[in-house]
């Protein structure tokens, strides 16, 4: 980052004087240069800000919310009995109708908060979520959030509530999807950790913004 700014000085010190004073340079020369400096000026201050709190003591307003399922859209919800005027058997058959997700869907509803549902387990399978699965969620999650133009999104660490793929591995994805991608949305990334790892999930967050 220190090379970045040295080299954007020396670009201002150069091309900031006016053309009439330089006859030997080109108007393409110009364009190029100057746009040189704005690549660099989204570099350096165009990074999405990544906080940590607990689910319990969530500070922030947010744009979205990411939650976690699997294939059958099962995980964490509470059965409520409705009344109904079908019949017990055309439930059955209904639900058995019903053809489960595929992992690494996003389902995107239209809330306030929005809701970003990502299809990440399949209970089904040993891991039931895999680093592969993780990644292709990261990356859709990201177009979605850009493309509704999503300024902020709490998440919990993916992959890690029901599965066991690590928290820091998460962080590594999520670092390498935000680098790879450099999204204009979202501007802000709430992460929801639990109260004991506050600190080690901050640590790690510190070392990806310092790469």
Known sequence: MVEYYAIFG????DYSSPCR????MSFVRDIC???FIIVLMSIIIGP?????????????TVDAIVEEQ????????KPVIQDTQESYRSLIKKMNR??????GQIITKNTIPARLIAILYDVERTPICSEAILTTVINILLDELNRHKLKSVAMPLLGSTHGKIAEQVFIKLLQQSLINKNPAYPEKIVL????GKLGYIKGAIGDYKNE
């Open 33 to 35: 240069a100057w746009a």
């Open 70 to 77: 699997d294939t059958n859209l099962l995980l964490d919800t």
């Open 192 to 195: 929801m950790v639990p109260p």
């Open 21 to 24: 004073n330089r006859p030997d």
């Open 10 to 13: 020396n670009i201002i010190k």
């Open 48 to 60: 999405v800000e990544i906080s940590v709190c607990t689910a319990d003591q969530h500070p922030y």
């Open 98 to 103: 019903q053809k489960p997700l595929m992992p």
